[in-house]
């Protein structure tokens, strides 16, 4: 064993890191671009049982990220310039990146000081989750964004089916007795999407992505050449609706939408090699009691911030693909510039565990491939 | 058996199946006594735990326990109670602080009895998990079907209604496919979707096209406050394509076995004289729930045990 001379980035004088390993892992140690997380929902301010800021950088830093844009779906939601600063900042050199809701209340009806939020420092318009009913609203709200330059963030689902059901709609879940969420739902999302899209304009990113049907779509949108991209939580390319065929109905894997086929999910793996769609770390966690329910009555979500590396890297296998996918393609989207690094041993053995201190993932007890040793903030 | 819980048929073997009935089969004599009871299970403790309304689960599962002479304890817990905001988990913790030997629960999502099962020392019967399983109600209808052919094995059951939301069907297609009977369900497009491929069944579409080849049919209750929007147009379009008549029932086998998990609606999805006829089991069902549930309790709780103890 023995001291890793490490150095932090070019900005800062060199500093050693107090990280201490064997030659072995210390002869695979990169430097990477840390990572930027495009949808980061810890819900607080608002909910203190999920996360406090403090957890949240220790989780981002744990994981590799240096950069989180953070859900405007808080409690208030953020949709006021002067909400932003609740949610925007920095902390241990975490930078939290505030998204502004696209309507007020995320309610769907009426758009937001997209102007003033810009100004304040909003880097991104988004739905925080909440599928817009109305379509017209929506398409108000692309053309009014476009002309302040400002990108915006649709988990594309249409409302009506997105409300029903709890697991990916598909024989398993007939099997197992839980009403199914379709993949119809996503795909009508995405198609709406792309068309407004077309008609307006306007920067689209698509988050949440998690069927074979939708990657096709984006594709072609993109060939197409309209401003639009996509990611999806870096547990959809590791899990799918097998995971629940056990049979013990258990609540971590309760996440919206949720885990699809095995078709599904080698499609967005195919689709992250490509560089078509990027990844998210999906963080959103949950406290344990929230999880400590019947399936059905669990409050989906998953803690992602440190297993999103790994996840990727497992399922993608390159590790250039894997940092396009986590750092410079999220960042391109806001045009963030970082020089953060991450201190990545791609080889090495990881595993997230349950632990009481930290909100459950769904990834928990999956042996994954990639270990983050430290982050380097500039 | 050396199970501790019975949570579905689903995955479960035929041996075990085999071991339910004909234990069951055994049990129905004690109810033809003068005297109802033995005193296998005396002392040990029986909690109902219902977060749905049900009388006749409820009493037959009661019922069952006390022909055994265990104590039982109902602990209603009413919608409105869950949402004053006390958790399963928390409901559960407090019954366990009484020290039961078996908790029954009913509940309204799927996979509410599985966690209370690895969660808990005490045995638990799931009486009906969301749209998942109804153990015992499969048992009791395949101990029905039992007594009338000897064998399951070849024969053909249709279920008829929504197959899609229905717990009863569910429970009896993992059963009866393992014990080697061949399975049609037959419903509207809305409750008897495509997805189904997901269970070992011959899916169709009116009852028209299963009625002449079953051995035994089955309608299941039309439970219209639980289907969401759009999902059937009208009671009377319903019994037009779906329901069990007189005139359907003379295109069936002679010998065909009419059941009906009860409670039935007289009109929609059978006819009162149908579910009154001689080809009607229904109540021979009800009779046979009770000896089903005591074989369930004798084999979960080690009732060999208790009977040499007393």
């Known amino acids: 064993m023995r001291d890793f001379p490490v150095f932090a980035t070019r900005s800062r004088r060199p500093a050693p890191l107090g990280l201490v390993v064997n030659d072995e892992v210390a002869s695979r140690l990169l430097w990477v671009p840390a990572f930027v997380d495009l949808c980061c929902d810890p819900g607080y301010p608002g909910f203190p049982v999920r996360e406090t800021p403090e957890s949240l950088a220790a989780s981002a830093l744990a994981g590799g990220f240096s950069d989180l844009v953070m859900s405007p779906r808080v409690d208030p939601v953020v949709d006021t310039p002067e909400h932003l600063s609740r949610v925007g900042g920095a902390l241990n050199g975490v930078r939290f990146h505030p998204a502004a809701a696209l309507t007020v209340g995320l309610r769907g009806d009426e758009l937001t000081e997209t102007g003033l939020l810009r100004r304040a420092g909003a880097v991104v318009l988004s739905d925080g989750g909440c599928p817009i009913a109305d379509t017209l609203v929506l398409r108000n709200a692309l053309e009014y964004a476009r002309e302040f330059g400002v990108p915006v963030v649709i988990r594309p689902a249409d409302p009506a089916l997105d409300a029903v059901g709890v697991v990916h709609d598909s024989p398993l879940a007939t099997r197992l007795g839980l009403r199914g969420n379709h993949a119809a739902s996503e795909e009508i999302g995405v198609a709406r999407a792309i068309a407004l899209c077309r008609a307006t304009g306007a920067t689209v990113h698509l988050s949440h992505l998690g069927t074979a049907r939708a990657v096709q779509l984006l594709t072609a949108a993109r060939a197409e050449g309209l401003w639009i991209s996509g990611s999806t939580p870096a547990r959809n390319l590791i899990l799918d609706e097998r995971a629940l065929d056990d049979g013990r109905y258990d609540a971590r894997l309760r996440v919206h939408p949720p885990l699809r086929s095995r078709e599904d999910r080698h499609a967005l793996i195919e689709a992250v090699r490509a560089g078509t769609i990027w990844v998210t770390a999906d963080h959103q966690p949950r406290a344990p009691e929230e999880k400590d329910h019947e399936f059905e009555r669990a409050v989906p979500g998953s803690a992602g911030l440190r297993s999103a590396f790994s996840a990727t890297l497992s399922a993608v296998g390159d590790l250039a693909c894997t940092v396009a996918a986590l750092s410079s393609g999220p960042a391109s989207l806001f045009g963030l510039a970082t020089t953060a690094l991450a201190l990545v041993d791609p080889e090495g053995a990881f595993e997230v565990r349950a632990e009481r201190s930290l909100p459950p993932d769904a990834l928990q007890g999956h042996p994954l491939r990639g270990v983050v040793h430290a982050v380097a903030v500039g | ?310």
């Not at chain 2, 409105?80 to 988990?89: D, I, R």
């Not at chain 2, 006829?277 to 009800?286: A, N, T, Y």
């Open chain 2, 1 to 310: 058996m050396t199970k501790k819980d019975l949570l579905g048929l689903r995955g479960m073997p035929r041996a075990e199946i085999e071991e339910i009935l004909s234990t069951a089969a055994s049990m129905r004599e004690v109810g033809r006594r003068r005297i109802k009871k033995v005193p296998t299970l005396r002392g040990r403790l029986v909690v109902t735990l219902f977060f749905e309304n049900s009388t006749r689960t409820r009493t037959s599962f009661e019922l069952a326990a006390k022909r055994l002479s265990a104590d039982t304890l109902g602990f209603s817990v009413s919608n409105s109670s869950t949402t004053k905001g006390e958790s399963l988990m928390d409901t559960a913790r407090n019954i366990h602080a009484m020290s039961p030997d078996a908790i029954i629960i009913r509940h309204s999502c799927a996979g509410a009895p599985h966690l209370l099962a690895r969660s808990f020392p005490f045995s638990v019967l799931n009486a009906g998990d969301g749209i998942n399983e109804h153990p015992s109600q499969a048992l009791l209808d395949m101990l029905t079907m039992r007594d009338h052919w000897g064998s399951l094995e070849g024969r053909t059951v249709a279920i008829v209604g929504d197959i899609q939301h229905s717990r009863v069907a569910r429970s009896n297609i993992h059963g009866l496919t393992t014990m080697g009977a061949r399975v049609l369900v037959a419903g509207p497009g809305t409750m008897c979707r495509s997805e189904l491929s997901g269970l070992p069944v011959e899916r169709r579409h009116t009852i028209d096209d299963v009625v002449g080849e079953a051995d035994a049919i089955m309608m299941l209750r039309i439970q219209r406050e639980r289907l969401g929007r759009a999902v059937l147009p009208s009671a009377r379009e319903y019994a037009a394509f779906y329901g069990l008549d007189l005139a359907r029932l003379h295109r069936a086998r002679p010998e065909v076995l009419v059941m009906h998990p009860g409670p039935i609606n007289r009109g929609v999805e059978i006819g009162a004289d149908v579910a009154d006829g001689e080809r009607s089991v229904i109540l021979d069902q009800v009779t046979n729930g009770i000896a089903v549930r005591m074989a369930l309790l004798y084999l979960l709780l080690g009732g060999r045990e208790g009977a040499e103890d007393a």
